[in-house]
């Protein structure tokens, strides 16, 4: 079974940047595609970025200029820098492996003054 352990949130103000980091073991992490997603409180959880096994990239529009998603497989380890952040950003943010069932518990990220 994959496992995955997000880590990086935190407080932060508008305009500020974060780097989230999700280590990935169970799996041979190089073979997988990945993704960001994020869960704001009583709304839905929404695919924030993803990249394949060969580092092609997608965004959400909402996130598209500010936010990457890298990798890197040596490493096992999927990121997310997060620039000029605001309010709407708020929410928990967890990584997913294509293909399996499995959720980290998520790193919380609030952007507020």
């Known amino acids: 079974q994959v496992q995955l352990v997000e880590s990086g949130g935190g407080l932060v103000q508008p305009g500020g940047s974060l780097r989230l980091s999700c280590v990935v073991s169970g799996i041979i992490f190089r073979l997988y595609s990945m993704g960001w997603y994020r869960q704001a409180p009583g709304k839905q959880r929404e695919v924030v970025a993803t990249?394949?096994?060969?580092?092609?990239?997608t965004y959400a529009d909402s996130v598209k200029g500010r936010f990457t998603i890298s990798r890197d497989n040596p490493k096992n380890t999927l990121y997310l820098q997060m620039n000029s952040l605001k309010p709407e950003d708020t929410a928990v943010y967890y990584c997913?492996?294509?293909?399996?069932?499995?959720w980290g518990q998520g790193t919380q990220v609030t952007v507020s003054s």
């Open positions: 997913h492996t294509e293909g399996r069932q499995s």
């Open positions: 990249i394949t096994t060969r580092g092609t990239t």
